[in-house]
């Protein structure tokens, strides 16, 4: 393992609550994390947002001190945290496996934390009795893990988090192992919780749902490096790249490939829906291979003869409840999804209009990096 620096204050001067700066991570020639830099704010709520084997769970493994890393560094409170035990990094872990004790009550679970540090009994009863009552689990103190649920299970792993009163909870998918309902139900308990307590929270998911429901900033990740980082809107409606733009979404943004042409002094995209795109002129982006990204709910169907629409082939009708979605073709085959409200009346293999929302096209260059367009807001 090494290191930068030698100063054991943060190196931006800045009271982050956790820095993370060009920190890699190398298993042999396999490289997990490939220099990451991350700032996070005191109070924060920030998810790690990638597909498995992104490196997102190394990356909090190093954050708590669990894994090595090769280069870079960390600060957690401003201080340097590389080669502080786990125990001395004032952040609190929640796993996935609720890594609960089976043989103590959950009473003893909840503050076995503190009967560690030598805590008066006092301290831990009064600490136990506030965690339990935040979580709602009061009644299961003298339970066991094995009588519990798995939401119960999960309280008290968030319990023993909390009597810690650390300056970060570091979540490894807490809500990966609950039934579907009951991760919703979840959700907004995490939620709730982190508004009382107010502590910084490094979560960990690929979970779009989780990250886009609970994230103050999401950090999107790829092979070891970090795609985008901001609000859930901002990576939803401005993804930086294709990747970002097929991941983050349910369904994902269609994304059609084609070029970009300069004809009689006008540029277009010319591909599967041949459009004008405003904003291209002044672009930054040679005529060449690029694709245009449209959200699902962005294409609306219209009738014969709408300036601006294409036609498409209903290939496949799927309600999912308020919305419906449509598998579509259009020229050369290429398929797009639509999404209508539950009222609309449409058939597979029927012949429809489709037009694209003003504003809704997003430009991506051959490299698959989104193009700043001037029309763009942002």
């Known amino acids: 393992m090494t290191t930068t620096a030698s100063t054991t204050d943060s190196a931006t001067g800045t009271q982050y609550a956790i820095e993370i700066l060009g920190v890699t991570k190398r298993y042999g020639k396999i490289t997990a994390l490939g220099g990451v830099d991350l700032d996070i704010e005191p109070g924060e709520f920030v998810v790690l947002l990638g597909p498995s084997g992104c490196g997102k769970s190394t990356l909090l493994k190093i954050i708590a001190g669990l894994e090595d890393l090769t280069e870079g560094e960390v600060y957690i409170g401003g201080k340097l945290a590389n080669y502080l035990k786990p125990s001395a990094r004032d952040v609190a872990m929640v796993f996935q496996n609720y890594a609960l004790y089976p043989h103590m009550t959950v009473r ?18 009064q600490q136990v009795a506030f965690a339990s009552g935040l979580l709602q689990i009061g009644s299961e103190l003298d339970k066991y893990p ?19 009163q650390p300056l970060a909870f570091l979540m490894d998918e807490p809500l990966s192992n609950l039934d579907a309902l009951l991760r919703v139900q979840m959700r907004s308990e995490l939620l709730r919780l982190h508004k009382r307590v107010g502590r ?8 779009q749902i989780e990250a886009m429901t609970m994230a103050d900033r999401v950090v999107v990740m790829r092979n070891g490096l ?4 901001g609000p859930p809107d901002e990576v939803y409606r401005r993804p930086a790249n294709r990747f970002v733009a097929s991941f983050v979404g349910s369904p994902p943004m269609n994304i059609l490939d084609g070029r970009i042409e300069t004809a009689d002094g006008r540029r277009r995209f010319a591909g599967p829906i041949p459009v004008e795109i405003p904003g291209l002129a002044g672009a930054t ?16 169907l219209t009738g014969v003869g709408t300036a601006g629409s294409f036609p498409a082939v209903i290939e496949l009708v799927e309600p999912v409840g308020a919305d419906i979605f449509l ?13 209508v409200d539950a009222e609309t009346n449409v058939a597979e293999g029927e012949n429809v209009q489709v037009s694209i929302a003003p504003g809704a096209i997003r430009v991506f260059d051959g490299a698959g990096d989104r193009v700043r367009l001037t029309s763009d807001a942002a």
């Open 200 to 207: 910084t929270t490094v979560y960990v998911t690929h979970d």
């Open 146 to 164: 094995d009588e519990l649920s798995g939401g119960q299970r999960q309280r008290v792993a968030l319990g023993r988090a909390i009597v810690r």
């Open 226 to 229: 970090i795609q985008q980082i």
């Open 327 to 339: 598998t579509a073709t259009v020229e050369g085959g290429a398929i797009i999804t639509i999404r």
């Open 285 to 300: 982006l040679d005529d060449g291979p690029a694709a245009i990204g449209i959200r699902s709910e962005e294409l609306v």
């Open 108 to 125: 003893a679970n909840i503050g076995f934390p503190l009967k560690m540090a030598g805590r008066p009994k006092g301290e831990i009863e």
